[in-house]
C-alpha cells in the first residue's frame, strides 16, 4: 500500500488564550481562578469550554497567588505563563499571553476570560468558526452589544500588544478597526456576565 503523500492540510490552528491573572479586587482578594465552581476551580472550567470548542493550544496567563493555583488546579496539557505585572491590568496579561504564542504556528489566538462561566463552548465554537484569515477580528455579541470571547488573527497581535495598557486590553485596537470587526450574536446559546462582587458568587452555585 503507497504512502498518501497529498494529505490536505488540517484545520487552521487556532489558540485559545485564557486570561486568569486578576485577584478579585472587589471579591476580597480572593483570585478568580481559584473560585470554586461545580467543585473544582473556575479556572478548570474555563479550559474546558476552550477545548471542547475546538481551540487548541490552550495558553492560560496567570498573576494573582500563581504558584497556588498552579498547585491547586489541573492544568495539564496547558501552556501556563506567569504576569508578574498582572496588578497594572488586563492589558498586560494580554500582551504575556499573546507573546507566549510567538512561534506556536497559531493562525489566531481566542481570547477569553476566566470569571465568565455563562459562556460555554458552543458560544466559542461560534465565534471560532468565523476565522476567516490571520487578519481576521471576531467577537461575540450579546444583543448586539461586543463581548468575549474575542478572536485576533496572528497579523493583529503585534499592533494589539502595542497598544494594551492598563485594564484597555485590545479596545483600542478594536476601536481603530471597528469597521473589520466581524461581530457573532451569542446571546441565544451564552450569558455574558462576570463575577466580580460576593452578590456575582451565587451564579456558581
Excluded at 492560560?60 to 508578574?84: I, Q
Excluded at 504556528?105 to 463552548?121: E, F, M, N, Y
Aim: aromatic share 4%.
Amino acid at each position: 500500500m503507497s504512502a498518501n503523500n497529498h494529505a490536505q492540510p488540517g484545520p487552521p490552528l487556532i489558540a485559545g488564550l485564557l486570561l486568569a491573572a486578576g485577584g478579585g479586587r472587589r471579591l476580597g482578594g480572593r483570585p478568580k481562578a481559584l473560585l470554586p465552581y461545580r467543585g473544582r476551580p473556575l479556572v478548570e472550567n474555563a479550559v474546558r469550554v476552550l477545548r471542547e470548542a475546538g481551540c487548541g493550544p490552550v495558553h492560560v496567563v496567570l498573576g494573582a497567588s500563581a504558584a497556588e493555583v498552579r498547585e491547586r488546579a489541573d492544568l495539564a496539557g496547558c501552556v501556563v505563563v506567569d504576569n508578574p505585572d498582572w496588578a497594572q491590568g488586563m492589558g498586560s496579561s494580554l500582551r504575556v499571553g499573546l507573546a507566549s504564542l510567538a512561534g506556536t504556528g497559531a493562525r489566531a489566538a481566542l481570547v477569553s476570560l476566566v470569571d465568565q462561566p455563562g459562556i460555554g463552548p458552543a458560544a466559542v465554537a461560534r465565534v471560532l468558526a468565523a476565522y476567516r484569515s490571520p487578519a481576521s477580528l471576531v467577537a461575540a455579541a450579546y444583543d448586539g452589544e461586543r463581548g468575549h470571547p474575542v478572536l485576533f488573527g496572528a497579523d493583529r497581535w503585534a499592533d494589539i500588544a502595542a497598544t494594551a495598557t492598563g485594564d484597555k486590553g485590545a479596545r483600542v485596537h478594536l476601536a481603530r478597526h471597528a469597521e473589520e470587526l466581524m461581530l457573532v450574536e451569542c446571546a441565544d446559546i451564552a450569558e455574558a456576565f462576570d463575577i466580580d462582587t460576593p452578590p456575582d458568587l451565587a451564579r456558581l452555585l
